[in-house]
C-alpha cells in the first residue's frame, strides 16, 4: 500500500510538466537527427519502418522499427541485419515513442526502467545543414543546451562522467532543486543563480529536459568502452575540462588557472604528499601491480602512508616521466595503521587495502578481510555493471538473480532484480570494509532498487561514505539493507533515498556518527534483529510514513542521538518492544504512546517543536568529519 501511495505520489510529480504529448506515426520520407548521423525513414506496406541513415564521418547505416501492437503510433527497436546489431544506441525489443512536445518532434529510445537512452529530432534540412547547426549550437553555453535541445550522445561523449554529473544535476539545479548529496550542496551553493525552493516538489522540469536528465544518466553508467566521443576513461574528475567545450558550469578557478593539466586527469584526484614530490626517484616503487609492502616500506612504517593513494593502471607515458608519478600509488598493500583514525573498531587481521577509482574496480576488489577504498572525489554509479548480465551469469563468485537467497558460505556478489531494474546484494562476506577518502558516493539510478543490501555477512562496515540515489527525483528504495549475519556496522555516512536503513533477522548492529535524511518512505525498519546499536546520529527532513518501526527486536538503544525536522504527522516510534534511549534529543510531536520508550537515565530532551533545528555539533558526525574538526 505504501509503494502504491508513493507510486501515486510520483504521477502527480510528473504530471507538473504540463506538455502537450501526442503519440504518431512516422511519416514516410521524413528525416531524423541524431546528432552526427541523417536518417530517412521508409514505411513498409505493414507500416514498419526502415531507417537509412547517412553521414560525413561515420558513412551509412540502417536499422528498423517495428509497430508496436499494444501502443499504437509507437514502435519496438529492430535490426535489418541477421547479427541483429544496430547503429544506434539500444537493444532489440527496446520500445521506441514518437512523441511531439512544444513544438519538438523526436524519437524517444526507453530500456525496460522506460529511461530514455537515445533520441532522434525530426528535421526538415539536408546532411550538411544539420552538421553545421549542430556545430553552432555546440559553441553556445551548455546549459542553453540541455535547456534547448535533446542531447546526442556524441556532445555527451566529449565529457567525463564526473563533468555529466554535474551537468545533470544543473538542470535541476536551476530549477531550485535541494539536493541530498554533500558536494552538490557545495558545489551549486556557490552558484550566484543557485536559488532553492525549499522541497522538491515544487521543482518543475520540461519535458526536453527531463529526457535529458535521463540521456545523461544513462551516459554515465556505460561503461567507458561503450560510450562515444573522446572521453573514454572516467578517473577524471568534476575539475576535468571538456574536449573543445565550454564548462558545464562555471569551472572551479584552479581548472582555469591551470589548463595545461588536464592531461593529467585521466590519474585519480588525490592530495599528493610533499615527500614524495621531493623524492620522485622513489614512486617508481609505488607503480608495481601490487601485492606485499616491500622491506622498505616496513622499516620505514612513516612512508606508507605514501603507497596507499588510488590508482588505476600506470600509462607509459607516466612511467618515462617519473615526476608526474606522484598520483600513481600501489592498488593493493597491507592495512596501513593511519585507516584506524577514522573507526573505533580496528581493521581486521591480515586484511588487504585496495584502492579503486571506477565501478569496475570496486566490483572486482570486493572480497573477505579487504578494506575496499573508494578515490577522494569518486562518485560509483554501480547501476552500468549491474545490468549486464554476461558479468554475472556462470561467474565464480558472482551470480544473476531474480531474489538472492540465503545459503552457502562462499562471499557472493549479485545482481538481483529490482521492480526497474538491479541492485546490488553482497552475500556471505566477512570482515569487509568499504570505506570513502574525502567526498566519495556510492549511487544506484533504479528508484526501487536498494543501494546496498547485505545478505548473512559478518563484520562488515561501511565508513565515511555518502550512499543514495542519483539526483533526479524521490528515490523508491531503500539506501541499506542488512538481512541475517551479525557484528556488522555503519561509521560516519550520509544515507538518503526510501527508507535510510531496512534491517531484518540481524544480530549486532552498530551505527555511528551518521547522518539518514531525507528518505521519502521512513528512517528506519527493524525486523526479528537483536542488539542494535546507533551513536550519535542525526535523523532529519524524513517523512511520511512510520519513521521508525521496530517490530520484534529488543535490545534496540539510541545514544546521543537527535531527531529534528522530520514529518510532523506520524509517530517517531513505532515499537512493539522497549527502546532505550540515552542523552537523545527529540524535536518531535508526540503522536501515540511513550510507553516503550525508555529512558533509563532520564537525560533525554524532548520537545514538541515541529521544525527546531538545533545548532551544528561541536564534533561533527557524517563523511569526512574527520576532517572538519
Excluded at 18 to 30: D, F, R
Aim: contains cysteine.
Amino acid at each position: 500500500m505504501k509503494r502504491l501511495l508513493f507510486g501515486l505520489s510520483l504521477v502527480l510529480l510528473q504530471a507538473i510538466c504540463c506538455l502537450t504529448i501526442k503519440a504518431m506515426g512516422i511519416e514516410n520520407g521524413s528525416k531524423w537527427w541524431d546528432g552526427i548521423r541523417l536518417y530517412t525513414a521508409q514505411i513498409d506496406e505493414v507500416g514498419d519502418v526502415r531507417m537509412i541513415g547517412e553521414s560525413e564521418e561515420w558513412g551509412g547505416d540502417s536499422f528498423k522499427l517495428k509497430k508496436d501492437k499494444l501502443r499504437p503510433g509507437n514502435y519496438l527497436l529492430a535490426s535489418d541485419n541477421s547479427s541483429g546489431k544496430l547503429p544506434i544506441r539500444g537493444k532489440v525489443g527496446f520500445r521506441v515513442d514518437h512523441i511531439q512536445s512544444n513544438g519538438t518532434t523526436f524519437l524517444a529510445v526507453r530500456k525496460s526502467s522506460a529511461d530514455c537512452v537515445y533520441t532522434l529530432t525530426q528535421t526538415s534540412d539536408d546532411l550538411a545543414t544539420c552538421v553545421s547547426q549542430q556545430k553552432a549550437a555546440e559553441e553556445r553555453e551548455t546549459y542553453w543546451l540541455m535547456q534547448n535541445r535533446l542531447l546526442s550522445i556524441t556532445f555527451l561523449g566529449k565529457f567525463s562522467k564526473a563533468q555529466l554529473r554535474l551537468m545533470r544535476n544543473e538542470i535541476l539545479a536551476r530549477r531550485g532543486w535541494v539536493f541530498q548529496s554533500k558536494d552538490l550542496k557545495e558545489y551549486f551553493g556557490s552558484q550566484s543563480w543557485y536559488h532553492p525552493l525549499g522541497n522538491n516538489y515544487s521543482t518543475k522540469i520540461s519535458l526536453l529536459e527531463q529526457t535529458n536528465v535521463q540521456l545523461i544518466t544513462n551516459e554515465e553508467i556505460l561503461s567507458d568502452k561503450d560510450r562515444v566521443g573522446p572521453v573514454k576513461t572516467d578517473v577524471a574528475q568534476a575539475t576535468t575540462k571538456p574536449v573543445q567545450q565550454k564548462p558545464v558550469v562555471d569551472v572551479p578557478k584552479k581548472v582555469e588557472e591551470e589548463p595545461k593539466k588536464v592531461e593529467e586527469a585521466t590519474k585519480p584526484v588525490v592530495d599528493v604528499p610533499k615527500k614524495v614530490e621531493e623524492e620522485p626517484k622513489k614512486v617508481e616503487e609505488a607503480t608495481k601491480p601490487v601485492v606485499d609492502v616491500p622491506k622498505k616500506a616496513e622499516e620505514e612504517p612513516k612512508k606508507v602512508e605514501e603507497a596507499t593513494k588510488p590508482v588505476v593502471e600506470v600509462p607509459k607515458k607516466v612511467e618515462e616521466e617519473p615526476k608526474k608519478v606522484e598520483e600513481a600509488p600501489k592498488q593493493v598493500v597491507e592495512v596501513p595503521k593511519k585507516a584506524e583514525q577514522t573507526s573505533n573498531r580496528p581493521e581486521p587481521v591480515n586484511s588487504q587495502l585496495v584502492f579503486v577509482a571506477n565501478e569496475e574496480q570496486f566490483l572486482n576488489a570486493l572480497g573477505n578481510n579487504r578494506v575496499v577504498e573508494i578515490s577522494a572525489n569518486t562518485h560509483l554509479n554501480l547501476s552500468a555493471f549491474l545490468e549486464q548480465e554476461n558479468l554475472f551469469s556462470g561467474i565464480a563468485g558472482r551470480e544473476w538473480a531474480t531474489a538472492a537467497m540465503s545459503g552457502g558460505s562462499s562471499p557472493v556478489v549479485v545482481s538481483e532484480k529490482c521492480d526497474d531494474g538491479q541492485q546490488l546484494t553482497l552475500k556471505n562476506f566477512h570482515n569487509l570494509i568499504i570505506r570513502g577518502q574525502k567526498n566519495s558516493s556510492i549511487e544506484v539510478s533504479p528508484r526501487y532498487a536498494v543501494c546496498l543490501n547485505l545478505i548473512d555477512c559478518e563484520n562488515c562496515r561501511l565508513e565515511n561514505l555518502t550512499i543514495g540515489h542519483t539526483e533526479g527525483g524521490d528515490s523508491e528504495g531503500g539506501v541499506v539493507g542488512i538481512r541475517g549475519g551479525k557484528g556488522n556496522s555503519i561509521v560516519s555516512c550520509d544515507l538518503y533515498g526510501s527508507y535510510g536503513l531496512v534491517v531484518r533477522e540481524t544480530n549486532g548492529l552498530s551505527v555511528s556518527r551518521t547522518n539518514i535524511h531525507d528518505c521519502t518512505y521512513g528512517i528506519m525498519e527493524l525486523w526479528d534483529s537483536e542488539d542494535l546499536e546507533f551513536d550519535d546520529c542525526d535523523f532529519f527532513h524524513n517523512r511520511e510514513f512510520d519513521l521508525i518501526s521496530n517490530m520484534d527486536s529488543p535490545n534496540t538503544t539510541f545514544r546521543g542521538c537527535r531527531f529534528y525536522d522530520n514529518w510532523i504527522d506520524v509517530p517517531l516510534f513505532v515499537s512493539n518492544l522497549d527502546i532505550n534511549l540515552y542523552n537523545c534529543e527529540i524535536y518531535h510531536p508526540i503522536i501515540g504512546s511513550k510507553q516503550k520508550l525508555l529512558e533509563p537515565n532520564k537525560d533525554c530532551k524532548w520537545s514538541n517543536e515541529e521544525h527546531y533545528v538545533p545548532e551544528p555539533r561541536q564534533n561533527p558526525i557524517g563523511p569526512d568529519a574527520n576532517s572538519l574538526k
